[in-house]
């Protein structure tokens, strides 16, 4: 199990390189990257993401442990970053390896679905008409929801 929170950008594609090593056994591996948006009407010149990494890092290695007991995953690794980002640079990554490719999305989903609505980061944007705190969706709930039945 890897889980890291920090402020330093980290490249996607060497974190999962370096994730897939030793991967004996596996049948499966889903890595999810997730970027800071903007879009045309929804513009976004900054998101600033705050936290207590001590305090995410322990909330999350519960929710990953968790993950690899309920899927059968043979591990899995979450990066999240904080601090201020642009439109484009990634926030966070999710790999899951397990034996067969439904473990490892189910996995990932499970701790995307986590990280959008549980974990300890709170979201401010930066556009043209001031800043904004970003706030769970109902969909994000209903998505988290389905976990717990």
């Given at each position: ?7 330093a950008?980290?490249e ?99 701790l ?38």
């Open positions: 199990m890897t889980v890291r929170v920090e402020e950008p980290f996607p594609g060497a974190e999962t390189n370096r994730f897939l090593r030793d991967a004996y056994g596996a049948g499966a591996a889903v890595t999810f990257t997730g970027l800071v948006r903007s879009s045309p009407g929804d513009e976004v010149a900054s998101l600033t993401l705050e936290a207590y990494p001590e305090l995410a890092i322990a909330q999350i290695e519960k929710a990953v442990a968790e993950a690899i007991s309920r899927f059968g995953l043979i591990r899995a690794a979450v990066i999240h970053r904080y601090g201020t980002l642009t439109p484009g640079e990634p926030i966070v990554q999710v790999m899951a390896l397990a034996g067969h490719r439904q473990a490892a999305f189910e996995g990932a989903e499970f995307m679905d986590y990280l959008k609505t549980d974990a300890p980061f709170w979201k401010k944007e930066a556009t043209a008409e001031g800043a904004r705190w970003v706030e769970a969706k109902p969909a994000d709930d209903a998505a988290r929801d389905r976990w717990r039945t």
